[in-house]
């Protein structure tokens, strides 16, 4: 057995960042430079942070009150009238009421919707479970034409969002409230369906996405100081999901842990497992909420609750490994 050796940890001057500011930064940006682009809101202005595009673009702000199958189905009309709708609002909301929209008037129909799901995961905390967004991932990479796209931070978020603006067809952008540390290089391009790899290592591969990418990051930094060398990817297309780097992962490493801020069935984990059963079966370990609703309280407390820690993803590469 190996002792275990505490996770590196971030600088305290390490700057954090709400996604949710560099996503309304890249609409406003977007909006100013093409008169299609537009949002729709679900009298979420404040939490969605459209405030300031509100102001800036009174004509390209439609808000349509709580009324989320309302929201998808407006942006669906937008699009098929030739604008460029981003729908926004809180990701429990938005998928989970609106979800035969986002199959039909979306997935079914091809519209040029772009669904921007705020506050995912357990961001809300202290709001309870009828507010976490954990179930998302399940239900919205199942549908066929809608790309899943969860950006891990700041620069990775402008990036999707300007991609989505190109990409022809449905989109949904996973954007989280949690601060997070920048962890891609200023420049960064985003490419849908490709994983790109934050660091290299031959022993254990490390696939995250959203706000436990830098964790998984720093849980890198701590298997290092044993001698481990594990590869890090950064999933963040999620569908269509890097089937060659997970394939690779599999052959060329000793096994694969996933981390996310959502359920462990039916997400990431789910979507590396059906990869790896169907072509080239290897070790894992799936970390995420075990199938159950989230309990009350702040978001880094859910996430220390369920193991969503560099430490939980350092154990787990250690027990997958043989080596705790």
């Given at each position: 057995m190996?002792?275990?050796?505490?996770p590196a940890t971030e600088p305290a001057t390490a700057k954090l960042h709400d996604c949710r500011d560099a996503y309304s930064q890249a609409l406003e940006a977007m909006a100013a430079a093409d008169p299609r682009v537009c949002a729709v809101v679900n009298d979420a202005v404040s939490s969605t942070k459209l405030k300031s595009f509100s102001q800036k673009f009174p004509d390209r702000f439609i808000n349509v009150g709580?009324?989320?199958?309302?929201?998808?189905?407006?942006?669906?009309?937008?699009?098929?009238?030739?604008?460029?709708?981003?729908?926004?609002?809180?990701?429990c909301f938005l998928t989970a009421r609106a979800m035969e929209q986002v199959k039909v008037d979306l997935g079914y129909s091809k519209s040029n919707v772009k669904l921007c799901g705020m506050s995912s995961g357990m961001a809300y905390g202290e709001l309870g479970p009828t507010h976490h967004s954990i179930e998302d991932l399940a239900w919205t990479r199942i549908i066929p034409n809608l790309a899943v796209v969860v950006p891990a931070d700041p620069l990775e978020t402008a990036a999707a969002m300007h991609y989505a603006l190109t990409h022809i067809g449905p989109i949904f952008l996973r954007i989280s409230r949690m601060p997070v540390r920048a962890?891609?290089?200023?420049?960064?391009?985003?490419?849908?369906g490709k994983a790109p790899v934050l660091r290299q290592g031959n022993d254990i591969t490390l696939m995250a996405n959203g706000v436990m990418v830098s964790r998984a990051l720093d849980a890198a930094d701590s298997l290092a100081l044993l001698g481990i060398h594990a590869r890090?990817?950064?999933?963040?297309?999620?569908s269509p999901i890097d089937v060659d780097a997970v394939l690779d992962a599999a052959r060329t490493t000793r096994g694969i842990v996933t981390a996310e801020e959502a359920l462990a069935a039916g997400g990431l984990g789910g979507a590396v497992a059906?990869?790896?059963?169907?072509?080239?079966?290897?070790?894992?370990?799936?970390?995420?909420?075990?199938?159950?609703?989230?309990?009350?309280?702040?978001?880094?407390?859910?996430?220390?609750?369920?193991?969503?820690?560099?430490q939980g993803i350092h154990n787990a590469a250690l027990e997958l490994l043989g080596e705790r």
């Open positions: 190996t002792a275990m050796q505490p709580i009324a989320e199958q309302n929201l998808v189905g407006v942006g669906a009309g937008l699009a098929n009238g030739g604008m460029v709708p981003f729908v926004c609002g809180a990701s962890i891609h290089p200023e420049g960064f391009q985003f490419t849908l890090v990817l950064n999933m963040s297309s999620m059906e990869i790896l059963a169907v072509h080239h079966p290897a070790p894992m370990r799936i970390l995420g909420v075990p199938g159950v609703f989230a309990p009350t309280g702040s978001a880094e407390f859910l996430l220390q609750h369920f193991g969503l820690t560099a």
